[in-house]
């Protein structure tokens, strides 16, 4: 009953919006097409100009085989950076910002659902 409770009151407090509103993959795959220059996923993906983004959430920031992070991006990561949705939401809707001195020269994803679904998107590529 406890652990019901708790985790209703959980769910009541996310907001309804960003990575917290309900992605669709699908529509993240066509979203992800703006990121396709500098990064890959999928089976084979190579490091581009920006890292590959199999595994990317749950993972540390700053962190990825065979790429050179900014030393910004592994500062945020050693101080407790790791992409959660939340924070790969925060990121992708002004990376500047939310890492300054960070190498990624995109703007940002300023649409929350085009966040929602390309957070989703990735949640199907494994490390």
Not at 2 to 26: C, N, Q
Not at 47 to 72: C, H, M, Q
Not at 92 to 99: D, G, M, N, S
Request: net charge neutral; hydrophobic share 45%.
């Amino acid at each position: 009953m406890f652990k019901r409770v708790f985790v209703a009151a959980l769910l009541l407090s996310v907001p309804a919006h960003g990575a917290f509103a309900e992605g669709d993959p699908a529509k993240g795959e066509r979203v992800f097409k703006k990121c396709q220059a500098c990064h890959a996923v999928g089976e084979g993906a190579k490091a581009k100009t920006g890292p590959v983004l199999n595994g990317v959430i749950g993972r540390v920031a700053g962190v990825a085989e065979g790429y050179d992070f900014s030393p910004a991006m592994v500062e945020f990561g050693e101080g407790g950076g790791t992409w959660s949705a939340e924070e790969l939401d925060a990121f992708l809707a002004k990376p500047r910002e939310h890492v300054p001195g960070t190498k990624m020269s995109f703007a940002g994803l300023r649409k929350d659902q085009q966040r929602a679904d390309v957070i989703a998107y990735l949640g199907t590529f494994t490390q």
